[in-house]
């Protein structure tokens, strides 16, 4: 079982930036594909970014390309999602997931491992 615990969450206002990370349980974190996904009530989980066992592959939603920036360091068990220039649509709940392989994973399903969450408010 992975554990994976997000933080870095809060509010901020519209042209701000945050960071979120996400502190995996698991020593063989470097095997693990991982990914940011958000919702808002009475959404779908909406992929925003994943990221590649290696780090060398990322993939971006189009609504945070070019404003995010995902990134991992497996010496610290820890994945990253820098987000700059937010907007009050970026509001929602952020969560990270975590799974095995090497391709390229952007829906919820393909994931088997979930956080719990990190809220992101952004004020216009």
């Known amino acids: 079982q992975v554990q994976l615990v997000e933080s870095g969450g809060g509010l901020v206002q519209a042209g701000g930036s945050l960071t979120l990370s996400c502190a995996a349980s698991e020593r063989s974190f470097s095997n693990y594909a991982m990914g940011w996904f958000r919702q808002v009530p009475g959404k779908e989980r909406e992929f925003v970014a994943h990221i590649s066992w290696n780090g060398i592959g990322t993939y971006y939603a189009d609504s945070v390309k070019g404003r995010f920036t995902i990134s991992r360091d497996n010496a610290k068990n820890t994945v990253y999602l820098q987000m700059n220039n937010l907007k009050p649509e970026d509001t929602a709940v952020y969560y990270c997931?975590?799974?095995?392989?090497?391709?390229?994973?952007?829906?919820?399903?393909?994931?088997?491992?979930w956080g719990q969450g990190t809220q992101v408010t952004v004020s216009s």
């Open positions: 997931a975590a799974r095995g392989g090497i391709s390229r994973y952007i829906a919820p399903e393909q994931y088997d491992y």
